[in-house]
Structures are given as structure tokens and as C-alpha cells.
T-cell receptor
Framework: AQSVTQPDIHITVSEGASLELRCNYS??????LFWYVQSPGQGLQLLLK??????LVQGIKGFEAEFKRSQSSFNLRKPSVHWSDAAEYFC??????????????FGTGTRLTIIP | GAGVSQSPRYKVAKRGQDVALRCDPI?????LFWYQQALGQGPEFLTY????????KSGLPSDRFFAERPEGSVSTLKIQRTQQEDSAVYLC????????????FGQGTRLTVV
């Protein structure tokens, strides 16, 4: 069965510093890969997604992610974080189920804290 | 509305009580999903609708969970005889097609069973 691992439960970064959030997946074929952000009391917002093609994906809010098949990874990066980036970040794998629908399998999330 | 709307935002239920959670998807969206997010965890898939048809209910944890979308728009997730382990945030998402399109999530309903 597919799975998503986010090894870092909590990361603290200084404002203006660079950020990398790790994500590893387990799946037999090339999956669809997503990063979502969840602010307190809010729903999930899509940051970026990878389906095929260029392995470096650009997203909203200055985020990017790189798909590395050899490492089964899809790490999220941002060159300079802002205080407003403090939130919970979820990596997800999208698969087509036996019923024909796409469904997402999420990691357990990484909580990002920004310090001044 | 502009986004996916869920109500109520918060629900406290006594153990054994039945609850109904509502989801208003983005107008015209064909696909609708329900996810359950336990505290400190990522969301977990519950069920999927394509219009009014419930095509995938493989994630529903027990037969106490029931979802419907009778007219292909608003959906209701019902939980009968709630248990403490049902306490979670229930997220609804909709998308325009079952293909590679973005799913838009609502803010969720936080259910606390006491």
C-alpha cells in the first residue's frame, strides 16, 4: 500500500532563512505528488503539485518542490521564509483508486514555526 | 459561494448521539470527497462522490458512518451512535473533475465526542 512519510514533526526557522521540508513516499509507480498548507482553523490549501514532466515544480507563495525518483522524495523548499509561513505542511500522494477516483494519502504533517 | 463551505464549524456530541455534518461544494464541481483528520495526524480518506453517485466508500471506518449527496451538490456525512474515537476534524473537498485537478478543501467541522 502507498504511504507518505514526513520525518520532521516540528521545524523552527528564523525569518528570512531558507527552508526545506522533507517528504518520502512509498508507491510502485510514479504517483501524483502534492504539498498542502494548513493554517490554524483553516482548510488545506494546495501549494504545488507534480504529475509529470519537469521534476522541479514551482508553487504559490514562493515555494518549490523537487521530485527525485531515485530517492522517492518530494521535498518542499523556500529560499526565504516569512512569518506568515508558520503553519502545518502536509505532503500527499494522489492515486487512482479501484473505483476510478483520485484520492489522497497524506503524511502526518510538519509544523513550521518562524522566529524573528 | 466562492469556496467549499462546511457546517457546523464545531460540534460537541454526547457519546451515543447521532450527528450530521454538512458540506456545500463549489458550484458545479462534480467530485466531492470527505476526509477525517484526527488530532496531530494528516487527513484520511473516507469517501468519494461523483455527482450523486457514491463511488468509493472504502475509507469509512464503520457502518455507523454514512454519507449522501442526493442531488449531486450538497453532501451530508452522518455518524450514528458517536464514540469518543470519532472525535476529529471532518474535511470536505470538491474538484471539477475526477482527473488531475485541484481539490479545494473546506475549513472542516471539528467534532468532539464527550
Amino acid at each position: 500500500a502507498q504511504s507518505v512519510t514526513q520525518p520532521d514533526i516540528h521545524i523552527t526557522v528564523s525569518e528570512g532563512a531558507s527552508l526545506e521540508l522533507r517528504c518520502n513516499y512509498s508507491y510502485g509507480a510514479t504517483p501524483y505528488l502534492f504539498w498542502y498548507v494548513q493554517s490554524p482553523g483553516q482548510g488545506l490549501q494546495l501549494l504545488l503539485k507534480y504529475f509529470s514532466g519537469d521534476t522541479l515544480v514551482q508553487g504559490i507563495k514562493g515555494f518549490e518542490a523537487e521530485f527525485k525518483r531515485s530517492q522517492s522524495s518530494f521535498n518542499l523548499r523556500k529560499p526565504s521564509v516569512h512569518w506568515s509561513d508558520a503553519a502545518e505542511y502536509f505532503c500527499a500522494v494522489g492515486l487512482i483508486s479501484n473505483f476510478g477516483n483520485e484520492k489522497l494519502t497524506f503524511g502526518t504533517g510538519t509544523r513550521l514555526t518562524i522566529i524573528p | 459561494g466562492a469556496g467549499v463551505s462546511q457546517s457546523p464549524r464545531y460540534k460537541v456530541a454526547k457519546r451515543g448521539q447521532d450527528v450530521a455534518l454538512r458540506c456545500d461544494p463549489i458550484s458545479g464541481h462534480v467530485s466531492l470527497f470527505w476526509y477525517q483528520q484526527a488530532l496531530g495526524q494528516g487527513p484520511e480518506f473516507l469517501t468519494y462522490f461523483q455527482n450523486e453517485a457514491q463511488l468509493d466508500k472504502s475509507g469509512l471506518p464503520s457502518d455507523r458512518f454514512f454519507a449522501e449527496r442526493p442531488e449531486g451538490s450538497v453532501s451530508t456525512l452522518k455518524i450514528q451512535r458517536t464514540q469518543q474515537e470519532d472525535s476529529a476534524v471532518y474535511l470536505c473537498a470538491s474538484s471539477g473533475d475526477r482527473g488531475n485537478t485541484e481539490a479545494f478543501f473546506g475549513q472542516g467541522t471539528r467534532l468532539t465526542v464527550v
